[in-house]
Every structure is written in structure tokens, then in C-alpha cells.
């Protein structure tokens, strides 16, 4: 090797190097290889610069990095960018150079000289780097080595960024087992609970050696009743989950008046809960959205039931404004908050507060209202202040 070699390779060796320590701290691709071509191009003349990665579940080969460089810049779309010699590698497994005719009078563009160099990795070869240069130099055996040196480079930032894929999705799977433990023992404990009301009043009421007077019997009968849908309510949370979560979930959108199914919505949880104090302002008028009516109503029903069950007591104050695109729901409670910190999670599958580890819940209500309203092609958020309330706003296209 010569000494110009050797003295490049070093600069190589030092400038690939950082940039491979570094992908780990910041893992944007598209960026740690636009750092790689800036220093790469000091070293190494090139006009065009791709980087293709195999796709082994469909034996293709696609691009994941283009940079033109050099000449013809400015004619980047109509330029040669070397999927041939690309697919080429992929079969043979080795090192591709191709050296166009030598007519002086053919447009430089037109004649590219095109070096591809497999990205292997063991006995895997994980893609192809091809390097360009129109009209010339042509490549010699000292570029070859140090263009397979920069692939070289290049495969292991590739493994990093490969490596580091795995691990956090590694990391999604242990959270998400973690979550499922979780969920498995809170909805024992859940499911636990209303059992034992009923089991226990049910037992009473059914003893033979105590005569319960009418009063007393309604008042059983009324926890009963209620402790009957709590489980019932846990359960659909549970099969809805599940649905959501396996896309078995069935949509059925149509023509809907936002304010007739809000207004029904709000008479159902006064038949429920008397005591609620429910404000509904909206614009008005208001034109009919598409939406499917049983599914959104379940969503606004679920918040004002936590806002019922986190904000004990507080008003319900619900708006309903549009646009020409939009259609924007709030439902905002004056209870107690949520701390910041919690807040970006409450729509996760099985979150629950520690602010509030005495109240029954499942961690399922609020996740399933953001996957009934992102299949609506809606987005639903929160705000919250401690001590001053929550705010869960809904924005809807009133198209799909």
C-alpha cells in the first residue's frame, strides 16, 4: 500500500470511527451518513454516493441513502445511480466496477465510471455502497482498498444501527411484558372486588334466618346492581382491548349530529348519576360530521366517567366547536389534576396514575378512546393543572 494510501486510510480510520461512536448517541440515520459522506469526500473523489440495504423477506435491494456530490448536481433525477451494479452485488457477493466507452465526445454524465462494494457482515451481505464518477478518474486498485475500507466503515455503523433497533424494541417488549403483569394483577384485584359485593349481599339477602325489610332489600340490590356493572364494564374494556389490539374492531361511519349525540349521551349519564353536573356549550349550528355514532359516544361516556370517578363531585363542562375540516370536542373536569409527569402516558394501554392507587380502574378506558378516535383519523390529547383539572380536548375531520 503507499504511503498517500496509508495516510488516507488513517484519516478514514479517525473520522468513520467518531462517526460510528456516535450513532449510538444520536441514531439518525440519514444524518450520521450525511456526516459520513462530508468526510468521506475529503479522502475520496466521488460524484454520487448510495447506499443500498437488502430486503431478504422480498430479495430486493432498495435505496436508503443518495447524495449527489459532484458533477451534474443539478440533474440529480436524470443522473445514473448504479441499481444495476447494486443488484448485481447482491448476487455475486463481490465487488463490482464498471468503466464506460471512452467516446470524447459523449456527454461526461453519460459516461460514469461505477464502483459497488458489498456491505458484508460475516457471510451476510447486508447491502451495497456504490461510489460514481462521471467522465473519470477511473478507479485503481488503491481507491478499490480504500473505498472497501469505508464499506467496512460503513457495515458496522449499519450493525450498530441494526443492534440498537433490536435492543429497543427488546426494550418495547419487556415494557410492554411488565405492563401485562401489571394488568393481569390489577384486574384480578378489579374483578375481585365487585365478586366479593355481590357474592356477600347476594349471600345475605338469600339467608334464611333474618327477614330483610324492603328498605334494606332495595339498598342490596342497588350495590348489587351496581357492583354488577362495574364487572360488566371491566369486561368490555377487556374485549374492546383485545379487538383493538388484533384490528377486529368493526367501524360503522355514517351521517352524525354531534349535538343530538352529545345531548344523548349527557340524558344517559344523568339517568345514571343524578347528581351530575353536566354543561354542554357548542356552536351553533353545527353541520353533521361522519363518524360512527356508537363508538364515539362510548368515548365521550368514558370521560365523563372518569371525570366523574377522578373528579368527584366537580362540574362536566362540555364544548363542541367547528371549522371547515375540523370538528373539536372538549370535556373538561375542575377535580383535582393530573401531575405533569403522568401525563404523557395516561392514553397507554394499562396506565395507571400513582397520584390515585385507591381508585378502581383498569388502565384500559383512555387507551381505548384514543384508538377509537385515531380510527376516526382524529387525534385526542390532554391538559392538566394540579388542583385546577383536566382537559381532554378531541379534534375529528368531518370527512373520512
Known sequence: MSQDLVLMSEIAIEDLFAISKNVTETPEW????????????RIFIFDNLVVYLAEPSRQTIEVVYARAAGRGRSAEADMTWGENVAT?????????????????????????YILGIPLKLGDQVLGAIIFIRFGGP?????????????????TLLIERQNLLEQFKLMETERQQARLQQDFVSTISHEL???LGFIKGYTTTLLRSDTQWDQKTQQEFLT?????????QELIENLLDSARLQ???????????RLDALMNDV?????????YLKIKLELDSPLRPIIADPVRLAQVIENLIGNAKKYAPGSDILITLNQDDHTSKITVKDFGAGISEKYLPFIFDRFFRSPDTPNIHGSGLGLYICRQIIQAHHGVISAESIV???TTILIVLPNEQ
Do not use: W, Y
Open 30 to 41: 440519514k444524518q450520521a451518513l450525511d456526516e459520513i459522506s462530508r468526510m468521506v469526500r
Open 88 to 112: 448485481q452485488i447482491l448476487q455475486t457477493r463481490q465487488t463490482v466496477i464498471t468503466v464506460p466507452s471512452t467516446d470524447p465526445s459523449t456527454n461526461r454524465l453519460e459516461r460514469p
Open 138 to 154: 477511473e478507479f485503481l486498485t488503491n481507491c478499490i482498498s480504500l473505498a472497501e475500507f469505508i464499506a467496512q466503515q460503513i
Open 192 to 194: 375481585r372486588s365487585p
Open 223 to 231: 350495590i348489587i346492581d351496581q357492583e354488577a356493572d362495574h364487572m
Open 246 to 256: 388484533s384490528g377486529q374492531l368493526r367501524f360503522q361511519f355514517q351521517i352524525v
Open 266 to 274: 349527557i340524558l344517559r349519564s344523568r339517568l345514571h348519576h343524578p
Open 387 to 389: 388542583d385546577k383539572g
